[in-house]
């Protein structure tokens, strides 16, 4: 069976100094790029907001980054904003091994965040990856990244409805921790039936 290691987020925004920083992000990067010799394909997602996107705290008169706000497709946390396009922030971390076989770029729709790697946050929205691993004949997916509890949470239970077998990483991953969000995050993968290493 053929495997893909899915690098999620691993941008400057989401290591420490970054506008959205995941505490320790960075110390992942040195066992992600080891890892991407062990799989058949290298797949990177990257956050690519436009200015002004509207999971942005700063788009909603009157909110603070991290509260919650009705979005037409549900609930959404409202973020500082991160990964707008084209910024240092939206970078690669500088250390990342870049040489895989498709980038992924994700939440460049105004109107929609986008924390999985196969859909917007509607759900129903592709990005596309499905159709690609699909194609190649890769099943065995291998997710490492950030963060813990947010895209690589969603990409994992994603893959894990899309029928792929899912391992995730954790020492090579990290997480925000919103309000015991973490330990939430956990113990849905493992429901959903992901492999936690």
């Known amino acids: 069976m053929s495997s893909a290691l899915i690098v999620i987020d691993v941008q400057n925004d989401f290591c420490p100094g ?6 320790d992000g960075d110390a992942i990067v040195p066992r992600v790029n080891a890892m991407m010799a062990q799989h058949d394909a290298v797949i990177l997602t990257q956050d690519w907001h ?3 996107h509207s ?4 788009s909603h008169a009157g909110k ?8 037409p497709y549900g609930p959404q946390v409202l973020w500082p904003d991160h990964c707008v396009q084209g910024t240092d922030g939206a970078d690669f971390h500088p250390d990342l091994r870049t040489d895989g076989d498709l980038i992924i770029r994700k ?3 105004p109107q929609i965040d986008s924390y999985s790697a196969f859909f917007e946050n509607d759900q129903a929205t ?5 159709g690609y691993l699909r194609t190649r ?3 065995q997916l291998h997710m490492v990244g950030l963060a813990t509890d947010f895209c690589v949470q969603f990409s994992a239970l994603d893959a894990a409805r899309l029928g792929f077998d899912v391992t995730v990483h954790l020492e090579a991953c990290r997480g925000i921790d919103l ?3 973490l330990q939430t995050s956990l113990d849905a993968m493992r429901g959903a039936g992901v492999t936690l290493l």
């Open 64 to 71: 603070a980054p991290y509260d919650m706000v009705e979005m």
């Open 107 to 109: 939440g460049f729709r």
């Open 55 to 58: 999971s942005f705290a700063t």
């Open 126 to 130: 592709p990005t596309g990856l499905e």
């Open 50 to 52: 436009p200015a002004g």
């Open 18 to 23: 970054g506008a959205l920083a995941v505490p």
């Open 137 to 139: 004949g890769l099943s």
């Open 179 to 181: 309000n015991g969000s």
